[in-house]
Each structure stands twice: as C-alpha cells, then as structure tokens.
C-alpha cells in the first residue's frame, strides 16, 4: 500500500470547515483514497471513499486533484461530535490486502 | 442487520496467562484481521485470515495466535500474557471480493496484564 502522511493533530472551533490534507506521492493507479474515523473508544468506521476529483456524500467531501498524490477531506461546519482522529489509507478499493492504519490526525473541535 | 461483535469487552489478567479474545461477524465476510491500539502507536495489525483454515501474521503478531476454523470467528490468543500486551484490541472484517473494500471494526477489547 502507497505510503500516506497526514498531520498529528489540529484544532478547530465550532461551525468552521475543517480540510485535513493527506500527502500519497506513491499512490498506485489502481488505488483508492478511502479515510475513517474513529471516536474515543471506539473502533475506526468508513466514512468516504474516491478516486479522482470530488466525492461528496452526508458526513463529508474529498477533493482529489488530477495528479492523484494528495486529496483533502473537508467537513463542514464542524461540531464538538466531529472529534475524532481521521486516518487517510490509499490502496485497492477490495481484494486481499490488509488495511495499514498510520497514527492518523488527531481533530479536536472547541466550544 | 449485520454486526461484528467482540468478548469481553473488558479483561484483566496476570502475566503468563493463556488468554482468548473471541471474535464474532455475520456479514459472512473472508476477511477477517486483529489490531492493537496503544497511544502514540494508531492501529497495528496482529494477524489476519482469508478465509477457513488461512491465518497470517501481521507487523505485531509476536506472542499472538489466532485459528479460523468457520467463516463467523477469528479467536485471538496470548499463549502467556506480558505487560506489554495491555492494549485495546480491535477486531475487523472486510469482504475481500466485492464493494468498495469498507472494513467493519468490532467494538474492541480492553485488556489489561497486571
């Protein structure tokens, strides 16, 4: 699986757009961009998936420009329910290969 | 609907006991894997299986076993427990063939060695 980096951690107050940037200059051409979530104490869950340009769905939305090696996941007008880490993971959307998690980042949405 | 469930949800343990974290799916899934999570660490795999009766290891798989004798389960067991196993466990499953590759994680396990 293509390397990815993303930052630790950011800080965001109530109501801003949040956009977490994730560095893939690796990325293969048969890869996906897919991030998760994962709150306090619980196990990470999908919340989007893409492969070039915009993809929009109710939680958020993933830009990917045309080189393919970076994308951002914008959440708008975040809430304190929004804190959680995010993990940026790049591969082939199903088959064998296990999933690698990296430390993520780290989103902490202020009052 | 569908789920992936994990027992206990919490354990304590003495150092060089044998224990089993069971884990369960009904999604009917191949894929099924085993993580760890310690602060500063994010997720690390432990080993994973492809299906009944295939097991591999994964970047953390010292001091852990694990068995698929059915689709459903994916026990995990530390043959002699140590301090350095006190983690959250998480089990996942994935469909491996189909779909957008979406992996479903279990609620996880607490476990802690004294």
């Known amino acids: 699986l293509a390397k990815t980096t993303q930052p630790i951690s950011m800080d965001s107050y109530e109501g801003q757009e949040v956009n977490i940037t994730c560095s893939h200059n690796n990325i293969a051409t048969n890869d996906y961009i897919t991030w998760y979530q994962q709150f306090p104490s619980q196990g990470p869950r999908f919340i989007i998936q893409?492969?070039?340009t915009k993809v929009t769905n109710e939680v958020a939305s993933l830009f990917i420009p045309a080189d393919r090696k970076s994308s951002t996941l914008s959440l708008p007008r975040v809430s304190l329910s929004d804190t959680a880490v995010y993990y940026c993971?790049?591969?082939?959307?199903?088959?064998?290969?296990?999933?690698?998690f990296g430390k993520g980042t780290r989103l902490s949405v202020i009052a | 609907d569908a789920e992936i469930t994990q027992s206990p949800r919490h354990k304590i343990t003495e150092t060089g006991r044998q224990v089993t974290l069971a884990c369960h799916q009904t999604w009917n899934h191949n894929n099924m894997f085993w993580y760890r999570q310690d602060l500063g660490h994010g997720l690390r795999l432990i080993h994973y299986s492809y299906g009944v009766q295939d097991t591999n290891k994964g970047e953390v798989s010292d001091g852990y076993s694990v068995s698929r004798s059915n689709t459903e389960d994916l026990p995990l067991t530390l043959e002699s427990a140590a301090s350095s196993q006190t983690s959250v466990y998480f089990c996942a499953s994935r469909s491996g063939t189909s779909g957008n590759g979406e992996q479903f994680f279990g609620p996880g396990t607490r476990l802690t060695v004294l």
């Open positions: 993971l790049v591969g082939p959307p199903s088959g064998n290969t296990p999933l690698v």
């Open positions: 893409g492969y070039k």
